[in-house]
């Protein structure tokens, strides 16, 4: 069984950065697409971006550009560095991980995730 646990998650204001991280444990998710999805309030479920271990996936076009996912497989760890925040980024931040040959980017596809960390991006 595999644990992921967020960290990072704050409150940050407009044009701000934070760093979440995505600590695995269980199993190594080497092979492993991480990915990481957000939540809003009354919104569902939405893909920001995801990374295998040869290199990034394409991101959501609502964060190209601003975010950068990254992952550390020695540490079985992924991150996701978020610059130029503005408050339509707030949301909870989810990390997942699912077997390649997955639909990456659909949250159903994923098996493993994490409790959520909250980032509220203040105007």
């Known amino acids: 069984q595999v644990q992921l646990v967020e960290s990072g998650g704050g409150l940050v204001q407009a044009g701000g950065s934070l760093r979440l991280s995505c600590a695995a444990s269980?199993?190594?998710?080497?092979?492993?697409?991480m990915g990481w999805f957000r939540q809003a309030p009354e919104k569902e479920r939405e893909f920001v971006a995801a990374?295998?271990?040869?290199?990034?996936?394409p991101y959501a076009d609502s964060v190209k550009g601003r975010f950068t996912i990254s992952r550390d497989n020695a540490k079985n760890t992924a991150y996701l560095q978020m610059n130029s925040l503005n408050p339509e980024d707030t949301a909870v931040y989810y990390c997942?991980?699912?077997?390649?040959?997955?639909?990456?980017?659909?949250?159903?596809?994923?098996?493993?995730w994490g409790q959520g960390t909250q980032v509220t991006v203040s105007s």
């Open positions: 990374v295998i271990d040869s290199g990034t996936l």
């Open positions: 997942a991980a699912t077997p390649l040959g997955r639909t990456w980017y659909k949250s159903q596809d994923y098996d493993y």
């Open positions: 269980g199993r190594t998710l080497r092979g492993y697409v």
